[in-house]
């Protein structure tokens, strides 16, 4: 099989990471394939803003666990969290977003990463300390979270894949 069907086949998410953070290296390797994702009109609109910084993940873990008043970690985790932003004026904006978050997951996969797509940033980045952050981080008012790609070593937490359901595909 061509390996790279291999890889999106394989691809899982994990719920469960090592402590140690990833290599510039793998970082910088996945933050470009995220990069080259298409985009509507190739305006390349998403931007990603990239935590590494320990007191920042865990944060940002606690607002997002907030949105689903949760206590618990939602990065599971992962010692390094990528936030993908939109442009709301772009008619594109959210599915440009949504294809730089699976070049990402996928990338991760493909450089021995482990990852998930961890929802909620819009509802993070809405509230006031969110606005803050985006303000801080240069990020544009206009600018609104698609979702989180967490990164970090696998540490027994991805599971087998479910089977495929019967009508996913319909040929019409």
């Given amino acids: 099989m061509n390996p790279i069907l291999q890889s999106l086949k394989t691809r899982r ?3 469960k ?7 510039r290296e793998e970082l910088e390797a996945v933050l470009e394939a995220g990069t080259y994702a298409p985009t509507g009109h190739g ?3 998403p931007q990603m803003v990239v ?5 920042l993940r865990d944060r940002l873990s606690v607002m997002n666990a907030a949105v689903m ?5 939602p ?4 010692p390094t969290a990528v936030i993908v932003f939109y442009d709301s004026t772009n008619s594109n904006g959210f ?3 949504c294809m730089v978050m699976g070049n990402l997951l996928n990338a991760a996969h493909a450089a021995g990463l482990a990852s998930c797509y961890i929802n909620r940033a819009r509802e993070m980045f809405e509230t006031p300390e969110g606005e803050e952050l985006k303000a801080a981080w240069g990020v544009a008012p206009h600018m609104k979270g698609v979702a989180i790609c967490i990164l970090g070593y696998e540490d027994g937490g991805i ?14």
């Avoid at 990471?17 to 290599?23: F, R």
């Avoid at 008043?69 to 970690?73: F, L, R, Y």
């Fill in 43 to 45: 305006s390349q609109s």
């Fill in 69 to 73: 008043g949760a206590t618990s970690d």
């Fill in 159 to 172: 599971f087998p894949p479910k089977p495929r359901k019967a009508d996913y595909i319909i040929y019409a």
């Fill in 51 to 55: 935590i590494q910084d320990k007191s």
């Fill in 17 to 23: 990471y090592k402590p140690e953070q990833i290599t």
């Fill in 75 to 78: 990065f599971y985790g992962a």
């Fill in 95 to 97: 599915a440009d977003g």
């Fill in 13 to 15: 998410s994990c719920r």
